[in-house]
């Protein structure tokens, strides 16, 4: 099982930013899929939740009507689309997948939110 996140990086205030997590090893379209964050010193958090068949989704409240989850099973890859960004979104996002009892991470992708 590999997973990889990608699009991370500088953003202003106000800009906009889309997250991808592209998974292998596995039958992708089975899985649900979630996002986290660890902000510095912070505890890693959970941001968004996209089941396998991309007909349910949810994100935290923090992020609400600024994130979209969404998923391409025929790509595998699951997308974070983030507008509206600031400050306080500044963190590493990583994605998990969880195969029976094992818990599957990315190495993350930086997004830093700064003028």
């Known amino acids: 099982v590999q997973v990889v996140e990608s699009g991370g990086g500088l953003v202003q205030p106000g800009g906009s930013l889309r997250l991808s997590c592209t998974a292998s090893?596995?039958?992708?379209?089975?899985?649900?899929i979630n996002w986290y964050r660890q902000a510095p010193g912070k505890e890693r958090e959970p941001v968004a939740f996209?089941?396998?068949?991309?007909?349910?989704?949810n994100v935290v409240n923090s992020v609400k009507g600024r994130f979209t989850i969404s998923r391409d099973n025929a790509k595998n890859t699951v997308y974070l689309e983030m507008k509206n960004l600031k400050p306080e979104d500044t963190a590493v996002y990583s994605c998990?997948?969880?195969?029976?009892?094992?818990?599957?991470w990315g190495q993350g992708t930086q997004v830093t939110v700064s003028s």
């Open positions: 998990r997948v969880r195969i029976a009892t094992r818990d599957y």
């Open positions: 090893g596995f039958t992708f379209s089975d899985y649900h």
């Open positions: 996209i089941a396998n068949t991309g007909r349910s989704s």
